[in-house]
């Protein structure tokens, strides 16, 4: 069946530096995307999402790439910061408003 | 405005008892989803309503799981009889549409440990 995965399931980075996350996808019908972030005692909490006719979509610190070629998208956050620090999933939002998730990568921002 | 709301925040239970989780969704939102994680697994899709009806139960794992959404606003997931491999967190989302654009706001979880 269609999955989402990760590559890595934690990223230890400085606090101040760039942080990227990865995940791939194996339907390649899916168009649509979203990342989330889940902090402690939280449900996860939209981030940014990108559309499948895009490459790339900018927020406030982060960036999505998505290399439909590949079957991969990345989560790009810029001079991460100590409230960074949680477990971020990517997921496919399918027919119905259906998400199906990646197994999550936990961020340590180190001060 | 308040969130997703659920309840309770953890449950302890034994195996063979029956536990009721409770979602509170955001007020004004038809849609409502219901998530579990269990043991080091992605979250993933149970089930979905449109106000009172199930739109989607694909996810749900077998016949001891039992959701309800009687009149269209809070929501509840019953398992019964629990089993060690129900132990998770189960999280519950709602949205305006059922449309991809459509944010799903999830609530904080509830997690439950069966021994």
């Known amino acids: 069946g269609e999955s989402v995965g990760l590559h890595l399931p934690t990223l230890s980075v400085q606090e101040g530096d760039n942080s990227i996350i990865n995940c791939a996808y194996s339907?390649?019908?899916?168009?649509?995307f979203i990342w989330y972030k889940q902090e402690s005692g939280k449900g996860p909490q939209f981030i940014i999402d990108?559309?499948?006719?895009?490459d790339k979509r900018q927020g406030q610190r982060v960036t999505v790439l998505l290399n439909k070629t590949v079957k991969h998208l990345s989560l790009q956050i810029a001079a991460t910061q100590p409230g960074d620090s949680a477990v971020y999933f990517c997921a496919e939002n399918g027919i119905g408003n259906k998400l199906t998730f990646g197994g999550g990568t936990r961020v340590l921002v180190k001060p | 405005e308040a969130g997703v709301t659920q309840f309770p925040s953890h449950s302890v239970i034994e195996k063979g008892q029956t536990v009721t989780l409770r979602c509170d969704p955001i007020s004004g939102h038809d849609n409502l989803y219901w998530y579990r994680r269990v043991m080091g697994k992605e979250i993933k899709f149970l089930l979905h309503f449109v106000k009172e009806s199930k739109q989607d139960e694909s996810g749900m794992p077998n016949n001891r799981f039992l959701a309800e959404r009687t009149g269209g606003t809070y929501s509840t997931l019953k398992v019964q009889p629990a089993e060690l491999e129900d132990s998770g967190v189960y999280f519950c989302a709602s949205s305006q549409g059922s449309f991809a654009s459509y944010e799903q706001y999830f609530g904080p979880g509830t997690r439950l440990t069966v021994t």
């Open positions: 990108i559309r499948s006719n895009m």
């Open positions: 339907n390649s019908a899916s168009d649509y």
